[in-house]
């Protein structure tokens, strides 16, 4: 909003252009708290309040429209009425833009004002990120004080190291040697001024700012100013393989991950950092998704490019109608949920399994130093409460944490597929010539479909202990399921004692659609059908003109 302003670019440019002495991570942090301490002096005595603005410009068209109704045109009063309009009409904008920017929504309408739709929507997503008491235990927590200091406590030791490990092989069995010299070396480049500018200019404008204030439309709409010193901040971490104390700092913004979330373990942390990091993990998540889809496992299909979705979902009902086949053991789907599988990630095995795959130690170190360099605090009702650091986990919110992510999980999916190699697990039975997969992963959803042998279960069972010994990561038995529709209720009594999973039926919802055997019927999609309604009754319901619900539409 403050860019509407002709005064912005100049305090800008004149923060820019003070001497700071340090490296240069430091100048320019130094300058960005520098600017930010002028902006918001500026912004109460020259910016003003725009909702004010509106009133006094409005007020202002209104006197001269009644000079005119009463004295009768003239150049001047026509002159004056034309400036007191633009004027106005600048008010307008500024405080549209101002709602928009609090609602932070990804689209816009052209042509129509939506001031009233985004501040209702603002209203809206503040109102639903309150939280105005918490479940603990048996206790329920309405004091403010004591909900942030609970909510800090809870993130405090989610993030920290699980001390218990025990040291496995699981990683150097079956993750292959892949990445070569030559791959090294194009990885750990000094990325060029226009790379620096790319990664900028990619990220979503839009996005949160981190705790410095500072979003990716600053750095996008000032570039030609801020370019050198960013380009020089980013170039030091590749050069010097160092963070700046505070320069990777993060605010935790918790999302409910359902309208009637009660406790803190029903809320989706998401990382907000400061951008000048972002730049940084950018640059390498760039690098590292290209060359993904030659080392990740085909199992796998989220966050990697040229993999679809829509592929996990089209193994997933092929399975479902598999089910009901009969063999030995008969056929079974697992539906797999892993507990808090970001943020329980252990740093140790992450570079454990990037040096299986080969990657040199500049690359490997680089990944450490990000992730070590990671400060947290927990924005609770608009307030920032608590400072520190973390020892394990991959951020949701940071370009890199995706792809780290999927490489920690191609150990599991790799070591799935070892068993099937080995003949310890058996895949079930389709029809002649079809194959079914073993399994399919897209991000932490995971769904194995094999045989219910017992041998084969306790095998894929004391995977999963090694897995999670090694990896942090721990099935989550109470929403992991079995699915199955050829084997016997004794058999399958069996293998819920051995798993401790949940007993499942068809259909079921797999990455939000639902699974089933046999042809479409309305009962298996009418929820979708409920679920659109409801968005389209939201929208005629939003303050938008006809037009502007066509255009969403």
């Not at 997503?125 to 105005?132: A, E, R, V, W």
């Not at 390498?284 to 993904?292: E, F, G, K, N, Q």
């Not at 986990?393 to 890199?400: A, H, N, S, T």
Request: charged share 20%; glycine share 4%.
């Amino acid at each position: 909003m403050w860019t509407l302003h002709d005064d912005c670019k100049n305090i800008v440019q004149d923060s820019w252009n003070t001497n700071v002495l340090g490296c240069p991570m430091f100048v320019l942090s130094k300058k960005l708290k520098m600017l930010k301490d002028k902006l918001k002096v500026w912004n109460k005595e020259c910016f003003g309040n725009v909702h004010d603005y509106v009133k006094v410009s409005e007020q202002h068209l209104q006197q001269v429209q009644d000079q005119i109704q009463n004295n009768g045109h003239s150049d001047a009063l026509l002159e004056e009425e034309k400036e007191a309009h633009r004027l106005y009409e600048d008010a307008l904008t500024r405080q549209e833009v101002f709602w928009q920017e609090k609602a932070r929504l990804n689209w816009h309408l052209e042509g129509d004002r939506n001031t009233k739709y985004f501040h209702r929507m603002a209203k809206i997503k503040t109102s639903s990120k309150l939280i105005t008491s918490l479940q603990v235990g048996e206790n329920v927590l309405t004091d403010q004080s004591q909900i942030a200091e609970h909510i800090v406590n809870y993130y405090k030791s989610l993030f920290c190291t699980n001390t218990v490990l025990q040291e496995q092989l699981l990683a150097q069995e079956v993750i292959p040697n892949l990445i070569t010299d030559d791959i090294n070396v194009v990885l750990t480049l000094l990325p060029s001024h226009q790379e620096v500018k790319a990664a900028v200019f990619a990220l979503n404008k839009d996005s949160a700012p981190g705790p410095d204030g500072f979003g990716a439309f600053f750095f996008q709409h000032f570039w030609d100013i801020v370019k050198t010193d960013v380009t020089n901040a980013v170039l030091d971490f590749f050069i010097t393989s160092w963070i700046l104390p505070g320069f990777n700092s993060n605010i935790i913004a918790l999302l409910p991950k359902t309208p009637e979330a009660t406790s803190i373990d029903q809320y989706r942390p998401i990382a907000m950092a400061n951008f000048k990091f972002k730049i940084i993990s950018k640059i390498i998540a760039d690098r590292l998704a290209s060359i993904m889809p030659s080392i990740i496992s085909e199992e796998q299909r989220g966050f990697i490019h040229h993999r679809n979705i829509k592929d996990c979902l089209c193994i997933a009902s092929e399975a479902a109608n598999l089910l009901h086949n009969k063999s030995y053991g008969g056929n079974l789907a697992l539906k797999i949920d892993i507990s808090k599988a970001f943020d329980t990630l252990e740093w140790s095995f992450i570079l454990k399994v990037l040096k299986c795959f080969g990657f040199n130690n500049v690359f490997c170190n680089w990944i450490h130093v990000i992730l070590q360099s990671a400060f947290l605090s927990v924005s609770v009702n608009g307030r920032s409460h608590g400072y520190f650091n973390c020892t394990r986990g991959v951020r949701q919110g940071d370009p890199l944490s995706p792809l780290l992510f999927c490489l920690a999980e191609d150990v599991l999916s790799r070591s799935i597929f070892k068993l099937v190699a080995d003949g310890k697990l058996d895949l079930i039975k389709a029809t002649r010539n079809v194959n079914v997969p073993s399994h399919t992963f897209y991000a932490d959803d995971l769904m194995i479909f094999c045989k219910g042998k017992i041998s084969g279960l306790t095998f894929l069972k004391d995977l999963f202990d090694r897995y999670a010994s090694e990896s942090g990561q721990i099935i989550n038995t109470c929403k992991s399921t079995i699915i199955s529709r050829s084997i016997t209720q004794g058999r399958l009594a069996i293998i819920v004692q051995l798993l401790n999973f949940k007993i499942g039926t068809l259909p079921f919802y797999y990455l939000g659609v639902p699974i089933f055997k046999g042809k479409p019927k309305v009962c298996h999609l009418q929820p979708i059908a409920d679920k659109i309604k409801m968005k389209l009754s939201a929208w005629k319901a939003s303050l938008l003109s006809m037009a502007g619900r066509v255009q969403l539409v």
